[in-house]
């Protein structure tokens, strides 16, 4: 499978790219700084461009069967992206889209004092999130929004645990960024979660 990775010089972007070529797939890296990128692998391409630029992703879409984005930023820039990965996905063909938020998004599903000192702190970043998201959800893609807890740079165990469907969110619940990794290539690969919201969490239980 050809993975178009957007975000791949982030934290946990980098593990997405390592686990998914690792899996076996070919991946496309859309960057801004391509040397921030080790290129030894022949089955990873990395591209020069922005993720909101609509002409730099039909240039890194080319021959892609999903794009998985762990993009994060100031300002507007999930809004944008998202704008630009739904025109340019449907112009290239490409359905499967796969993108990770954050468990602070799901306002509704925390506590009061979870929800006061959350939307305290990243206000800005959950409404950005928020716009972006609507803009998938109106699409005629095959999204999959992902809202993981807490990350963490800690080392993957493999086990991973979908929060059922309004359960609370806690601040207490964490999980490692590699792991997130390994399900969000999981869940590109599959339609399981197609045009759903999906909460994940560390251990073995929510």
């Known amino acids: 499978m050809n993975l178009l990775v957007l975000g791949a010089t982030g934290r946990t972007g980098r593990l997405v790219v390592e686990q998914a070529l690792a899996a076996g797939h070919t991946v496309t890296a859309l ?3 391509p ?8 089955n990873l391409r990395v591209v020069s461009g922005s993720a ?10 080319a021959g892609a069967d999903a794009v998985i984005s762990t993009l994060g930023g100031k300002g507007s820039v999930i809004e944008d992206s998202s704008q630009a990965i739904v025109a340019a996905a449907r112009a290239a063909g490409v359905s499967r ?3 990770l938020s954050s468990w602070v998004v799901e306002q ?11 939307g305290i702190a990243m206000g800005p970043v959950i409404k950005d999130k928020n716009a972006g998201e609507q803009v998938l959800r109106r699409s005629d893609l095959a999204w999959t929004i992902v ?9 993957a165990n493999g086990s991973v645990a979908v929060v059922p469907e309004g359960a609370k969110r806690r601040m207490s619940e964490k999980i ?3 792991d997130v990794a390994t399900w969000l290539v999981q869940a590109a690969a599959g339609d ?7 909460g994940i969490t560390g251990g073995s239980s929510a």
């Not at 040397?35 to 022949?42: C, M, P, R, V």
């Open 35 to 42: 040397e921030k990128l080790a290129t030894g692998n022949s």
């Open 147 to 155: 809202y993981p807890s807490m990350l963490t740079d800690g080392p």
């Open 108 to 118: 509704d599903r925390m506590d009061v004092v979870s929800r006061l000192l959350t």
């Open 176 to 178: 490692s960024r590699a």
């Open 192 to 198: 399981q979660y197609s045009r759903r919201t999906v």
């Open 97 to 99: 889209v796969v993108v």
């Open 52 to 61: 909101t630029d609509k002409s730099d992703l039909s240039r890194a879409l």
């Open 31 to 33: 960057v801004r700084s």
